[in-house]
């Protein structure tokens, strides 16, 4: 097969992370304080935090899917604001929210390389890689992954449709990504059964009219079809319910369709891209366990309090040794007043999200409580009823991005 060359390619060299466990959680205090967590969430860069993984998951996770920059060549904003008008922009509260600009395609592909060969590694032999990008760069990514899982290994290129619309006015508006699955051998998970949809009417309108449609072949028509290569799923745009103001989020239909298509219930799932948090939420949701990864705060974050919210199910929060901005000051005050049937948070900062450790051990944080400002109407509930111990602490997370801790 002929392979992908490029200035500088050479294999994975790099120095695993050492993984600290910053945090607990026990959404809605549920299994707190001894429940084992279903899943970890890590800050950090990506490929020294799965150079970490490889002593214990190597050849173990059961499905990963990566969505990476695309090579666009942009800088992407986050809407950090709460309760603004969706149809005004540019009335929106924006940050950081992750950078996709590279000096070349060299230095692109060779970023895409080094981790893609540390997933295949990772990847248990009866294991999936989804790999989602879109026109910028699903061409190279199809050569590479030809290289490092071998060609005979292509599961399916699996294009994602979906509406909204376009500056373009001299060409076809682009309107679908492409989503390429590999395997390591013929004895994938792809569980048919779980991942059926209903036949279009006409096509039962046509069967029940002629036995002879189909050329003699009658599908069971109650059971319904295996979807075919081509999806269509809304963008999260026009998902109020799911929108986080992360950019580029995924719809959870999506990756729920590979999670039940590609894993079994007990799985460890993985996203080393996890960017808004969909994955995880979704693996949670369908009993499956996860490692979720991003190198930004603001991802982890965004992960988090989405996991917090829907999938109610404990989990890490974890620090890569290389991962910067932990903590970081901003000016303002904040204090608690802690009685016996609870904690209030007074504050001049504008606090985002919200949690309590009843009892603080001097190093792992277990949050038992949490709550977090509603992203369409803007509230947010300072007093959370708790009981506490001798030395509770409360951290909290601004609209900036900014986390504070503070020990009662």
Not at 42 to 47: F, K, V
Not at 253 to 263: D, F, G, H, K
Request: net charge positive; proline share 6%.
């Amino acid at each position: 097969m002929p392979s992908l060359d490029w200035k500088g390619k050479h294999a994975p060299i790099v120095a695993p992370a050492k993984l600290v466990v910053d945090s607990i959680l026990y959404p809605g205090g549920q299994g707190y304080p001894k429940a084992d967590p279903l899943g970890r969430l890590i800050l950090g860069d990506n490929l020294a935090v799965m150079a970490a993984l490889l002593p214990e998951f190597e050849g173990r996770i059961n499905l990963i899917y990566a969505d990476p920059p695309f090579y666009t060549n942009r800088k992407f904003k986050s809407r950090i604001g709460r309760g603004e008008d969706s149809r005004k922009p540019r009335d929106w509260k924006l940050g950081e929210g992750y950078h996709d600009a590279w000096p070349d395609l060299d230095s692109y592909l060779q970023f895409l390389y080094e981790r893609l060969t540390l997933m295949h590694r990772l990847l248990a032999e009866n294991g999936t890689l989804y790999l989602h990008l879109d026109w910028h760069a699903d061409a190279y990514a199809r050569l590479l992954l030809d290289e490092i899982f071998g060609s005979e290994n292509l599961i399916n290129e699996i294009i994602w449709a979906y509406h909204g619309p376009s500056p373009i006015r001299t060409a076809f508006n682009r309107k679908h990504d492409t989503i390429l699955s590999y395997s390591k051998s013929k004895e994938y998970v792809f569980n048919a059964d779980s991942v059926r949809e209903p036949y279009h009417p006409n096509t039962v309108t046509t069967f029940r009219s002629s036995p002879k449609a189909g050329f003699g072949k009658v599908p069971d028509l109650a059971r319904g079809k295996v979807p075919e290569d081509w999806w269509y799923f809304p963008v999260v745009a026009r998902l109020h319910k799911e929108r986080t103001g992360y950019p580029t989020q995924k719809p959870e239909a999506l990756l729920e369709r590979i999670i039940l298509a590609s894993s079994n219930k007990g799985d460890l799932v993985a996203d080393f891209f996890c960017g808004s948090g969909t994955t995880p939420v979704a693996a949670a949701r369908h009993g499956r366990k996860f490692i979720a990864c991003d190198e930004t705060f603001r991802a982890v974050h965004t992960t988090r309090t989405r996991l917090v919210d829907s999938s109610r199910k404990v989990f890490s929060l974890e620090n890569a040794s290389a991962a910067g901005g932990k903590f970081s000051r901003q000016q303002g005050r904040a204090s608690t007043k802690v009685s016996r049937d609870g904690v209030r948070l007074v504050t001049s900062l504008e606090v985002d999200y919200w949690e309590i450790d009843p009892e603080w051990d001097g190093k792992i944080f277990r949050s038992a409580a949490q709550a977090q400002r509603h992203a369409r109407s803007g509230e947010l509930a300072f007093n959370m009823n708790i009981k506490t111990g001798r030395h509770p602490s409360v951290r909290f997370v601004t609209a900036q991005g900014s986390q504070f801790q503070l020990n009662v």
